[in-house]
C-alpha cells in the first residue's frame, strides 16, 4: 500500500487549476511515433492509469477517484501535473452564475407553447 502524501509527493493541491468534482477528464496522449517531441509519460502508475481510463471514455473527477479508490485530494493532484504535462484535457462545467435564470426559461416555454 501506497500513502497519499507518497503519491503526491507530499503536495496537497492541483497546482493553478481547480478541479470541481463534476469537471470531466479527456485524455488524448499523441502518438509517439508521430509527434516525437510529444509530453514524457505519466511517472506513476496511478497517472498512467488515470490516461488509459480517460483515453476511451471522458470521466469526472469524482468517478476517476472512486475507480482508482483514493481520495479525490491526491485525485485531483495527479490531475494537475498531468494537465500541465498535456496529457489530459479537463472540461469545467459552466458556473451557475453563467446560466440563464430560470425565469428567462420559463417565459421562452410559456411563448413557444402560445405559439
Do not use: N
Amino acid at each position: 500500500m501506497v500513502r497519499p502524501y507518497t503519491m503526491t509527493r507530499g503536495r496537497t493541491g492541483a497546482g493553478q487549476q481547480q478541479l470541481d468534482l463534476i469537471a470531466v477528464v479527456v485524455s488524448d496522449p499523441p502518438d509517439p511515433a508521430l509527434a516525437p517531441d510529444a509530453p514524457e509519460p505519466p511517472a506513476g502508475p496511478e497517472q498512467a492509469r488515470i490516461v488509459a481510463l480517460c483515453r476511451g471514455t471522458p470521466l469526472s473527477v469524482a468517478e476517476l477517484a472512486a475507480e482508482l479508490d483514493l481520495p479525490v485530494g491526491v485525485v485531483r493532484v495527479l490531475l494537475g501535473d498531468l494537465l500541465a504535462a498535456g496529457l489530459i484535457r479537463v472540461k469545467r462545467p459552466v458556473p451557475p452564475a453563467l446560466l440563464p435564470d430560470e425565469r428567462i426559461l420559463q417565459e421562452v416555454i410559456h411563448g413557444l407553447r402560445a405559439l
